[in-house]
C-alpha cells in the first residue's frame, strides 16, 4: 500500500525529515520559498497532512481546495495563519507547538528589553562609524532594569516566564494585564500583580508586549496608549505583527513620547514600516526570539509528533500532543 503523502512547506532540520519519512511521502520545500497562495495550493493537492510555519495562510479557500487534508501541524507557538473555525468545519485538526520555546523565547525578549533600555543598539552603530572620541558623563545614558517596575500585556506562558527573571532575578516590580487573572499562586511564583491596562500603561518603565495576535488585540497599542506611557519608558514586542501601531510607534519614538523600543515583529514582515528604520532609538530584530538550536529543533520535532500522530501513526497514534481543536479527532 501507498504510504500518505505529506507537505512540509519550509525547509527544516534533516532529522526531523527523516523521522516523518518513517511514516509519509513526504515533499519538502527544500529551496524554502516562501509559497503564493496558488503555489501552496498545488503543493497541497494528494496530501494528507501538512507542516507549516506563519508565513503559509490556511484559510478557508485553501481549505476548500485541498479536500484531502486532514492535519496542518504549525512550527509555532502562534498560529494566526490557520483559520482554526474553518478548519474545524472541515474536521481538519490543527496543532501548534507550546512549552518548548517558552523560556527561550523570555530570555530573548529580555535581552531585547535591556537592549533598548541600555541603548545598545544605538552605541554599537555610534562607535562603527567612528564617532567614539571620548567618553563623558552623559553618553548613551539610558535606564535602569534593576529595580524598575516591569509591566507585562499577556500574561500566558511567556509572560509569566519574564515576569519570574523580573522579579526573581532584577527585582522588578511586575505589575501585568491580562483577560483573566492569574491563580494566586501563580502570582506568588511570578511576584506578579493585576492591574488594568491603563494602569498599567502609567505606571511601567518598562512595557512587554507578549499578548496573542487576533481580532481584538489589533493595535492594541496606538497612539491613545503610547500617549500614556511614560517619557522615560521602553516598549518591547515579541507577541505578533500587528498588536502594536507600528506607525504610532514610529512618531512616539521619533518625538522621544517613550524613550525607545525594541521590536522583534512587524506589521506585514518581513517588511519593516520605514519610519522605524529611521529612528535611532529602537532594537530591531527579524522575528528571532525562539532561534536557538535546540528550541527550533524542539519546536519541529513537536510539530512532526502532531502530524504523525494526528494521521494515525506512532505511540501516540489518534491523539497528538498539543491539538487546538480537539473536537476534530475520533474517540478512541
Not at 507578549?210 to 491613545?224: E, K, L, T
Request: proline residues 5%; neutral net charge; aromatic residues 4%.
Amino acid at each position: 500500500m501507498s504510504r500518505p503523502a505529506v507537505l512540509v512547506a519550509r525547509a527544516i532540520q534533516p532529522e526531523v525529515i527523516a523521522r516523518l519519512r518513517e511514516h509519509f511521502e513526504v515533499e519538502v520545500n527544500s529551496a524554502d520559498d516562501i509559497y503564493s497562495r496558488d503555489e501552496l495550493i498545488a503543493h497541497l493537492q494528494g496530501k494528507l497532512g501538512v507542516m507549516t510555519t506563519g508565513s503559509e495562510r490556511i484559510d478557508k479557500g485553501v481549505l476548500a481546495a485541498a479536500p484531502g487534508l486532514r492535519a496542518v501541524c504549525n512550527i509555532a507557538v502562534g498560529f494566526n495563519n490557520l483559520d482554526v473555525p474553518a478548519a474545524t468545519a472541515r474536521g481538519v485538526l490543527c496543532t501548534n507547538t507550546p512549552d518548548v520555546l517558552t523560556e527561550t523565547t523570555a530570555d530573548f525578549g529580555f535581552a531585547l528589553m535591556m537592549a533598548a533600555a541600555r541603548r545598545v543598539a544605538e552605541s554599537e552603530h555610534f562607535l562603527r562609524r567612528g564617532e567614539w572620541k571620548k567618553w563623558s558623563v552623559d553618553m548613551f545614558v539610558g535606564s535602569d532594569i534593576h529595580g524598575a517596575t516591569l509591566g507585562i500585556l499577556g500574561m500566558g506562558r511567556i509572560g509569566q516566564a519574564i515576569a519570574r527573571r523580573g522579579a526573581l532575578g532584577f527585582g522588578m516590580k511586575v505589575l501585568y494585564c491580562n483577560r483573566t487573572r492569574l491563580s494566586p499562586e501563580i502570582e506568588d511564583a511570578c511576584k506578579a500583580s493585576l492591574v488594568t491596562k491603563d494602569e498599567l500603561l502609567r505606571q511601567a518603565d518598562h512595557l512587554m508586549i507578549v499578548v496573542p495576535y487576533s481580532a481584538s488585540s489589533h493595535h492594541a497599542i496606538g497612539a491613545a496608549e503610547l500617549a500614556l506611557m511614560k517619557p522615560t519608558a521602553t516598549l518591547t514586542n515579541i507577541a505578533r505583527g500587528g498588536v502594536v501601531d507600528d506607525a504610532a510607534l514610529a512618531k512616539a519614538l521619533a518625538a522621544k513620547q517613550i524613550a525607545a523600543a525594541g521590536l522583534d515583529v512587524f506589521e506585514g514582515e518581513p517588511a519593516v514600516h520605514p519610519a522605524l528604520l529611521q529612528v535611532p532609538n529602537v532594537v530591531l530584530t527579524p522575528h528571532i526570539a525562539s532561534a536557538t538550536r535546540a528550541t527550533r529543533l524542539a519546536m519541529a520535532n513537536l510539530a512532526a509528533d502532531n502530524l504523525i500522530a494526528a494521521l494515525g501513526f506512532g505511540p501516540n497514534a489518534g491523539r497528538p500532543p498539543t491539538p487546538l481543536n480537539p473536537e476534530v479527532l475520533k474517540p478512541a
